[in-house]
């Protein structure tokens, strides 16, 4: 029998196989599976609720202050907490996305503030990110060809006004890469082509290349259902990766573009390939050593453990879902109809996989792996 004949044979039977295997490994878990044995919390500790663990009772008060103040028409106390991040570009935009959040339920302390202080370049990038935001809630959700007429021409009508706001905020900040983030965001709703796109990115990348929110903005723009193709944006996320400097979560990017594919194309996405898994392996690296209190984290070990787990790496996935500990309200957990449900799957599958490829003994171990995790 010729070689090629004997592998699709081979090929064939496994696929027929692959159901009955898929369903024996979900039995295990649901009625065998004890995640304590592998290092893990029991099922009944798992929580939908977040991604992570909440923020020391220190921040929260601190934003919760921010907030009061801000709605009371104290606009110093919201300048002086953007102030005080210096130059940590990361950190300043996230105080900053707090802020927008705020003015958005009520932003008459930004006009006031914008009023006193009008040279500010935080109260001119804040208004920036506003006007963004608003025109993204006229626009909803959802690919083009889903928003209707209407809402589609008021969404476009907006953007300049943002966009004009955003490059007067770069002139009063001009070390600051938070207006340049606003810039990118806007240029792809704009539908700017590469020449009039690059200089924006390499704006924003002179002041801070290693900015997350800007790289998350630029992946947005490169992914095909904006301005790109799946190739530019899988390379833009595979430069993330090499670029991405010790500390840093920076290569979780790449995750982001698994996502966009997994979305763009269901079940038949590319996100299995050799190439893949090595890159994964590199984001598995650099995210070991990026720092704890990274805000980004949480949620990037939720997709680093289930791609992980898709490419066959089981040890490396088994050990994000240690680190995730309890929590399971993330990607891609909370697209499911039951999240706790596809979490506990999840991890029950690397558990099971990890050593050898194969089930647990179910005979002579039985006593061990008939405890269940809650």
Same mark, same amino acid.
Do not use: C, M
């Given at each position: 029998m010729p070689r090629t004949t004997a592998v699709r044979m081979i090929s064939g039977v496994m696929n027929l196989l692959a159901p009955v295997h898929k369903a024996r @490994?979900? &039995?295990?878990? &649901? +009625? !065998?599976?004890? *995640? +304590?044995e592998y290092g893990m919390v029991p099922a009944a500790m798992?929580? *939908?609720r977040r991604a992570g663990p909440p923020l020391p009772a220190h921040r929260i008060e601190e934003m919760q202050a921010v907030a009061d103040a801000a709605w009371e028409g104290d606009w110093r106390t919201a300048a002086s907490y953007v102030d005080r991040a210096g130059e940590e570009w990361d950190e300043r935009w996230h105080r900053l996305e707090l802020l927008q959040e705020i003015a958005g339920q009520d932003d008459d302390w930004l006009v006031e503030w914008r009023r006193k202080d009008p040279d500010n370049g935080d109260a001119a990038t804040l208004h920036a990110q506003l006007l963004v935001h608003r025109a993204w809630e006229i626009r909803g959700p959802g690919y083009a060809n889903q928003v209707p007429a209407e809402r589609m021409r008021r969404f476009k009508q907006m953007l300049p006004a943002a966009m004009e =706001? =955003?490059?007067? =905020?770069?002139? @009063? =900040? *001009? !070390?600051?890469p938070g207006p340049w983030v606003v810039m990118i965001t806007t240029a792809r709703a704009l539908n700017y082509r590469g020449m009039r796109f690059h200089p924006l990115w390499e704006g924003l990348a002179e002041r801070a290349p290693h900015h997350y929110s800007g790289h998350w903005q630029a992946l947005q723009y490169w992914c095909a259902k904006w301005c790109g193709t799946d190739k530019q944006m899988m390379d833009f996320a595979e430069r993330a990766v090499r670029n991405a400097p010790e500390g840093s979560p920076l290569a979780g990017i790449y995750l982001h573009a698994l996502s966009e594919l997994t979305e763009r194309h269901g079940v038949v996405a590319p996100v299995t390939t050799a190439r893949v898994k090595g890159v994964l392996t590199e984001v598995d690296r650099s995210l070991g050593q990026a720092r704890g209190d990274a805000r980004e984290l949480p949620r990037l070990r939720h997709l680093l453990a289930h791609y992980l787990g898709e490419n066959g790496d089981h040890e490396a996935a088994l050990e994000q879902f240690r680190l995730i500990g309890p929590w399971c309200g993330a990607e891609p957990w909370t697209d499911k109809a039951d999240p706790v449900a596809a979490f506990q799957l999840a991890r029950g599958i690397a558990a099971a996989k990890a050593a050898n490829g194969k089930l647990p003994d179910t005979g002579e171990g039985a006593a061990r792996w008939g405890r269940t995790g809650g």
């Open positions: @490994l979900e &039995r295990w878990v &649901r +009625t !065998r599976f004890d *995640p +304590t798992l929580d *939908p =706001a =955003a490059q007067h =905020a770069a002139g @009063l =900040a *001009p !070390r600051d």
